[in-house]
């Protein structure tokens, strides 16, 4: 019995696109919905980088830890709970974080100023090259992973400034819901199982993050290139086919860049076990992200033909629709790149 060959994208690393050098900049109310015009630079913050003070960076420092050593932290309590009393007490009490009624998605909880200490630590910023409507739901198709998607979880809340009335959740692995005081945070922001099931009602009520290359993102780490991972990751195209629902991809400058986790070898087993492995390295060593300038760039949206699974053309409309995901991915990547300050680092496809 024969088995149908997957389609891989192509793409052509020799293609010129079209670059350009700057844009224009504005920085947002947040007391108003900003209407997003394309190629303008939306920055989130005027206290960025050299200008953040003591007390905001220590602020993100705090909240990134959440992301980065939360679990970390749990285990050194766990050993240290066999010698210590209060590492025992402190490491119980975590769990009962997970018996905190939550509600997910909560505007309310993302207009917290608390988050300007993120937007001032990675001089956060956002690109609509066009079409963007504040009222139509879209699947956001966001890379990269990263060791953290710091810059997916940082977009998530700048969109509230755009799409107020439109939830936007995202995509989590089902064992990060149940990671102490992290489950809390990151489902007052959107975090949703990262099931068919899940994503299909996201997108019934709203528009949805998925950062595509999951947890084999989280191993990548090259110097000189962005790697974006595009084989066997169809699952949130067959979604969006199968609700009528448009694609918006969007690329991170930055995100690849602000922790690093080791040793690669653990891939596999993380990827079987669908949750993290390793050491995670960041700034000073520690599992802080590096402060590192973020850029979110939101290509133009694509349109998609709502279609069955029994519909004899289903398949091959699948992987049409990824081919034109892995092309305005590209395009807006090199378009926006030496705006970044990129110029020199290519992107590449597997």
Request: proline share 5%; glycine share 6%.
């Amino acid at each position: 019995m024969s088995t149908k060959q997957e389609v891989l994208v192509s793409w052509d690393k020799d293609k010129k696109w079209e670059e350009i050098k700057s844009v224009k900049n504005e920085v947002i109310d947040k007391s108003v919905t900003t209407v997003a015009k394309p190629g303008v630079r939306y920055w989130f913050t005027e206290k960025g980088g050299s200008k953040q003070s003591f007390i905001s960076e220590v602020g993100a420092l705090f909240i990134s830890f959440f992301f980065a050593g939360i679990v970390p932290l749990l285990i050194i309590l766990f050993f240290i709970g066999w010698l210590s009393r209060r590492a025992r007490i402190i490491f119980l009490c975590s769990f009962l974080t997970l018996l905190i009624p939550v509600k997910v998605y909560d505007i309310t909880v993302l207009k917290w100023r608390l988050w300007d200490c993120l937007y001032d630590y990675f001089s956060y910023s956002m690109i609509f090259d066009g079409g963007f409507d504040p009222n139509r739901k879209y699947l956001y198709a966001q890379y990269p992973h990263g060791v953290a998607p710091m810059a997916t979880a940082v977009s998530g809340m700048g969109l509230t400034y755009f799409s107020p009335t439109i939830p936007c959740y995202s995509l989590t692995t089902a064992s990060a819901l149940i990671i102490p005081v992290y489950s809390v945070i990151i489902r007052w922001l959107g975090s949703i199982e990262a099931s068919n099931k899940k994503l299909r009602e996201a997108l019934s009520e709203g528009s949805c993050n998925v950062v595509v290359d999951g947890i084999a993102g989280m191993y990548v780490n090259e110097p000189d290139k962005e790697m974006v991972k595009f084989s066997g990751r169809k699952g949130f195209i067959r979604a969006a086919v199968e609700t009528g629902t448009p694609i918006v991809p969007a690329f991170n400058f930055g995100n690849s860049r602000l922790l690093a986790l080791i040793p690669k070898f653990l891939e596999k087993p993380a990827r079987k076990l669908q949750c993290a492995m390793g050491i995670i390295v960041g700034r000073w060593g520690l599992p802080f992200p590096k402060k590192i300038m973020l850029l979110t760039v939101a290509g133009k949206p694509i349109e998609v033909k709502k279609m069955s699974r029994d519909d004899p053309h289903y398949s091959e409309y699948v992987d049409e629709v990824q081919q034109k995901v892995a092309d305005e991915l590209q395009r807006v990547y090199y378009k926006y790149r030496c705006v970044y300050g990129w110029e020199n680092r290519p992107m590449e496809i597997y």
